[in-house]
């Protein structure tokens, strides 16, 4: 039904407003292919883990906390 609906209203659009019509549905079917990719993809990657090891001794949290206030 929405499919006539929709086959109806472009129909009775100007051609040149036809082609945004074409330009907005490759946009969509592109963000759907996207997101359902992104859903697919969901599991952390934790490779930063310890990238930090060698300053544990020199800093610790409070330390780390100012210096990134002063950072910004």
């Known amino acids: 039904m929405q499919d006539q609906l929709i086959e109806k209203k472009l129909n009775e659009l100007p ?5 945004e019509v074409l ?4 946009f969509l079917m592109f963000k759907s292919r ?19 090891a060698d300053y544990k001794e020199k800093y610790d949290s409070v330390k ?3 210096l990134s206030q002063a950072w910004r």
Not at 15 to 19: G, Q, R, S, Y
Not at 23 to 26: A, P, Y
Not at 39 to 46: A, L, Q, R, S, T
């Open 64 to 66: 780390l906390q100012h």
């Open 23 to 26: 330009d907005f549905i490759d």
């Open 15 to 19: 051609d040149n407003l036809k082609k």
């Open 34 to 52: 996207n997101s359902a990719e992104k859903e697919e993809n969901k599991e952390f990657i934790f490779d930063w883990e310890g990238g930090m």
